[in-house]
């Protein structure tokens, strides 16, 4: 799987759009951009995911650059709810059996009042 | 529909003991896998189970093992337990093919804590 570039840490006022980067400079063609996120003293929660168009779902809409070195993940109005760890991971579409995922040791986003 | 359960929630070992901790995945789901997390840390991919076979392993010793029912469920077994195993586990399932299994359901872990 490609690796992946996280800022460790990033804050984000309550009800303000918290925008998360991503660089995966050595994505191949057949690699999906994945988005998970998880909250403290809970499993990993899957966002989101996309290939080279932008994504949008009811929690999240992800932003693949043209060149899809890059994304990022926008959650349009942030809550304290949002406060967690979100993990960015390349890899092909989950298919079949194949449930290996490689999680770095992602964001952690800090949702203040 | 029923999510991923895991059991216990918490447990406290020695060092050397062997440990069994358990997994359900959810409804209609018939692929598990594990993974460990240590403080401070991403989730590891421990292996991973598919129609009670083993079809899938990362970079742990043969000390972790594991299980899949007929039900899907799993159980993931550590032996001669040792400090460095203290973490998270996490059990995580998915559907069969072609019914929108692009998604890892996580269940909330088992703490192990080993003395």
């Known amino acids: 799987d490609a690796k992946t570039t996280q800022p460790p840490s990033m804050d984000c006022a309550e009800g303000r759009a918290a925008n998360l980067p991503c660089n995966h400079s050595?994505?191949?063609?057949?690699?999906?951009v994945y988005w998970y996120r998880q909250i403290h003293s809970q499993g990993p929660q899957y966002i989101i995911h996309g290939l080279k168009n932008n994504e949008t779902n009811e929690m999240a809409s992800l932003i693949i650059t043209e060149d899809r070195k890059s994304s990022t993940l926008i959650l349009p109005h942030a809550t304290l709810r949002d406060t967690a760890v979100y993990y960015c991971i390349v890899r092909p579409l989950l298919s079949g059996g194949y449930q290996k995922v490689t999680f770095g040791t992602g964001t952690k986003l800090q949702v203040i009042p | 529909e029923t999510g991923v359960t895991q059991s216990p929630t918490h447990l406290i070992k020695t060092r050397g003991q062997q440990v069994t901790l358990r997994c359900s995945s959810q409804s209609g789901h018939n692929t598990v896998s594990w993974y460990q997390q240590a403080l401070g840390q991403g989730p590891q991919f421990i292996f991973q189970?598919?129609?009670?076979?083993?079809?899938g392993r990362g970079n742990f010793p043969p000390r972790f093992s594991g299980l899949q029912f007929p039900n899907y469920s799993s159980e993931l077994n550590v032996n001669a337990l040792e400090l460095d195993d203290s973490a998270l586990y996490l059990c995580?399932?998915?559907?069969?093919?072609?019914?929108?299994?692009?998604?890892?359901?996580f269940g909330s872990g088992t703490q192990l804590s080993v003395l």
């Open positions: 995580a399932s998915s559907g069969p093919p072609g019914q929108g299994n692009e998604k890892l359901f």
């Open positions: 189970y598919y129609r009670e076979e083993e079809n």
């Open positions: 050595t994505i191949s063609g057949n690699e999906y």
